[in-house]
């Protein structure tokens, strides 16, 4: 499983901006073959930070997806709203059974 953990500081107006790319694209990443979860949030204590959770069944999945009309819409909205920061990481993790 490949996981993915970005975070993107912006500005509340950038947010506002892009909210409609940011739904096509949790919509559409979610609908894709390869896709466990894909979900975008904002902290409460930090409105301007957005942060991007993704789970994938595998790397051609995640090249899959990266090929996608709905990831070039939104890189062409984060283009358009440059990011104050960018930070990615890509992790590839097994399941493990959670501790009790």
């Known amino acids: 499983m490949i996981v ?13 901006a892009m909210r409609a790319a ?3 694209m949790e919509k559409a990443s ?8 894909y979900v975008f949030t ?3 204590e930090s409105p301007t930070t957005i942060r991007i959770f993704e789970q994938w069944r595998s ?5 899959e997806h990266f090929a996608t009309p709905h990831m070039a ?5 984060v283009r358009a709203h440059p990011p104050k920061s960018l930070d990615v ?9 959670f501790p009790r």
Not at 73 to 77: L, Q, R
Not at 89 to 97: D, G, Q, V
């Open 73 to 77: 819409a939104f890189n062409a909205a």
């Open 22 to 24: 940011i739904a096509t």
């Open 30 to 37: 979610r609908a894709e073959p390869g896709c466990v979860e």
């Open 4 to 16: 993915i953990h970005a975070k993107l500081e912006t500005t509340a107006g950038a947010i506002d």
């Open 89 to 97: 990481k890509c992790f590839e993790a097994n399941e493990i059974p």
């Open 42 to 44: 904002t902290p409460l």
């Open 59 to 63: 790397r051609e999945a995640l090249k």
